[in-house]
């Protein structure tokens, strides 16, 4: 009967506690915090006794379940891993083909209707500052095709445009001009 008594106490004073530091405080954003681990404890007040009236193989079984729970959690971790992997490895490519097209547009406005086709090499070292910074940019022209598909003879494009187009790279990447190499196919 003292067990009940004593149960029944506990959540009086709980309840009446949590009551006074809520009228206490301020409209703030601790309110909230303050009333939520108050119901915390409160909800352990009033399920202590009964984990206690289960016995000693219902709480064995619950520690039980805690740790499988855990153990599965580490069964996850290279799961999670492999998906963190799989996003990085998107946004990599999301990136490569944005900067790929920007580049494509800047080049047809400086050289014309080319067939063009962009390589980019990224600093791929893990945790550095340079990760995700470009390396190198490969790009290589091929000749105009008309609407029709027939390929149009062209001719070679004049240094000046070469170093226009190595100028205009540079300043998208922000690489030095001769990590850009130009190749007329």
Not at 71 to 77: H, K, L, M, P, Y
Not at 132 to 146: A, H, L, P, Q, R
Request: glycine share 4%; charged share 30%; hydrophobic share 40%.
């Amino acid at each position: 009967m003292s067990l009940l008594r004593n149960w029944i106490v506990n959540i009086v004073l709980v309840i009446i506690i949590s009551s006074l530091v809520d009228i206490l405080l301020p409209n703030s954003e601790m309110r909230k915090y303050v009333k939520f681990f108050s119901g915390l404890i409160l909800i352990i007040i009033i399920l202590t006794p009964i984990i206690k009236l289960l016995g000693t193989e219902a709480g064995e079984q619950i520690i039980k379940t805690g740790i499988e729970q855990n153990s599965s959690f580490e069964n996850i971790q290279p799961v999670i891993r492999n998906i963190e992997q799989v996003q990085e490895d998107m946004a990599v490519e999301i990136y490569e083909n944005k900067l790929e097209s920007h580049i494509k547009t800047i080049l047809k406005d400086t050289v014309g209707e080319w067939d063009i086709k962009i390589k980019i090499k990224f600093d791929d070292l893990m945790w550095s500052e340079q990760e995700g910074k470009v390396e190198k940019v490969d790009i290589y022209f091929s000749n105009m095709t008309s609407k029709d598909g027939d390929r149009l003879e062209t001719e070679s494009l004049s240094n000046s445009e070469k170093e226009k187009i190595k100028e205009s790279v540079s300043k998208i990447c922000d690489i030095n001009r001769e990590d850009i190499s130009i190749y007329i196919q």
